[in-house]
C-alpha cells in the first residue's frame, strides 16, 4: 500500500487515534517496539476509516505520506448487531497441474457483532467475534530417485 506515490513504510496507522504502528521503519498492525498491542480489527467493528495526507494535523503529524485511521464502532441505547459467514468449496478452483485429481478445500469465515446499552443514556457495550477455518491438502512436490541412484547411495554410505 502506497500513499502520495511515496513508499510503503511513509504512512501511520491509528485506531481510535492509537498509534497501531509498531515500528517506525516498518508500517504495520503487531507489536514491535512498542506499547500499542493492536493486532488487527475486524471489519465488523469499523464504523469510519479516515485517511489524511499532504497538510497534517499535530495527532498524525508524525508521517511522511499520509495516515489511515480506523474508527471503531459503538454501543448505542439501541441493541444493534450482525452475524455473517462466507463459505468456499474447492468446486470452483482449478485443478494444480502437477496432482492428477483436485485436492479438497472448504474455506468459512464467520463472525458476529453485538451492541447496545448497560444503562440508558449512560453505559454501553460492543463486542466483536471472527474466526475462520481453512481446510485443504497441499500437494508436495520433489525428485524421487531412480533404484539405480539408491543403489550407489547405498553403496556409498557403506564403503
Known amino acids: 500500500m502506497s500513499i502520495n506515490g511515496l513508499a510503503p513504510r511513509g504512512f501511520t496507522m491509528t ?18 517496539q512498542n506499547f500499542n498491542f493492536i ?5 465488523e467493528a469499523v464504523r469510519e476509516v479516515e485517511t489524511s495526507k ?3 494535523s499535530a495527532e498524525t503529524g508524525n508521517t511522511i505520506a499520509g495516515n ?3 474508527i471503531s464502532k459503538s454501543g448505542t441505547n439501541d441493541f444493534h448487531g450482525s452475524l455473517f459467514e462466507m463459505y468456499q468449496s474447492g468446486g ?3 485443478r494444480n497441474h502437477i496432482v492428477a485429481q483436485k485436492s479438497p478445500l472448504v474455506y468459512h ?6 451492541g ?7 453505559t454501553f457495550f460492543f463486542g466483536v467475534f471472527e474466526g475462520y477455518r ?4 497441499t500437494p508436495l512436490s520433489g525428485d524421487v530417485w531412480s533404484s539405480g541412484m539408491r543403489q550407489r547411495i547405498q553403496r556409498e554410505l557403506y564403503i
Do not use: T
Open 92 to 94: 470452483l478452483h482449478a
Open 109 to 114: 469465515h464467520y463472525g458476529a457483532s453485538l
Open 15 to 32: 485506531v481510535d487515534a492509537v498509534d497501531s504502528v509498531p515500528d517506525a521503519e516498518f508500517a504495520g498492525l503487531a507489536l514491535y
Open 39 to 43: 493486532k488487527g480489527i475486524s471489519i
Open 54 to 56: 499532504n497538510i497534517f
Open 116 to 122: 447496545g446499552p448497560i444503562s440508558q443514556n449512560r
Open 134 to 137: 481453512f481446510n485443504r491438502l
Open 68 to 70: 489511515i485511521n480506523l
